[in-house]
């Protein structure tokens, strides 16, 4: 079973994503709470009982809480769900270590099939949300786009130092959602080839599975406008 913990400042919301959690069958609401402070209240001997956290980007407040997914992200995946489909509210999440952002327009089967795929180390978008992101990673990579930000891998070792050029080529592309194949064709090479690309930059940036090869693609450039 999935443990799956909820986060929401509305009441029916709760009620509502409890209700279809408890149709999946291999899902189990372990604790739904208002805010984060309650989640830690639950906890049993400083472990959260859950695989998956999901969290409304905002509480009770106009600025959205990407401090809590830093903190949660380090104890489990967390899977933004929001009314929010702002460029910079998604990017946000996603650079504070979110596992995957949906907004609330999302249909109960794409949220079941979401929380699996974070369970299991995966990256969930919607496929709105997923526009969003390529749009932002192809701006920044065209003439006259924001430049490379050069932001810190998770050993606090700037990306832009340490990859090559054709590495750093890869982990755009598989960010922007193209398969090893797909990149190996855009890029003039054999899929082997970008196999070993993609085990470099996992070595060099210290990531794993796609959510945290995104992140780093999206810690490379620079934040969104204001506006956005």
Request: proline share 4%.
């Amino acid at each position: 079973m999935i443990q799956v913990a909820i986060i929401d400042d509305h009441p029916v919301a709760r009620r509502g994503l409890e209700s279809i959690l408890g149709d999946a069958g291999d899902i189990a609401v372990t604790i739904s709470v208002a805010t984060p402070l309650e989640l830690a209240a639950g906890d049993i001997d400083g472990r959260l009982l859950a695989d998956v956290v999901l969290l409304d980007l905002y509480h009770q407040s106009d600025n959205p809480c990407l401090s809590v997914i830093s903190e949660l992200r380090t104890a489990m995946k967390v899977l933004v769900i929001s009314a929010s489909g702002r460029p910079a509210d998604v990017l946000g999440a996603i650079r504070s270590g979110a596992s995957g952002y949906l907004t609330k327009l999302a249909d109960p089967e794409m949220l079941v099939s979401a929380i699996r795929t974070v369970a299991s180390g995966g990256f969930a978008l919607s496929s709105q949300l997923a526009d969003i992101l390529q749009a932002e990673l192809v701006r920044c990579h065209q003439p006259g786009g924001e430049a490379p930000s050069g932001g810190a891998s998770q050993s606090g070792d700037r990306a832009g130092d340490l990859l090559s050029p054709r590495e750093e080529q890869t982990l755009d592309l598989i960010a922007r959602g193209f398969t090893h194949t797909q990149t190996a064709h855009r890029m003039g090479v054999t899929k082997a080839t970008v196999d070993t690309y993609v085990e470099r930059i996992r070595a060099k940036l210290q990531v794993g599975n796609k959510a945290e090869l995104t992140r780093a693609a999206l810690q490379r450039i620079a934040p969104p406008r204001t506006g956005e």
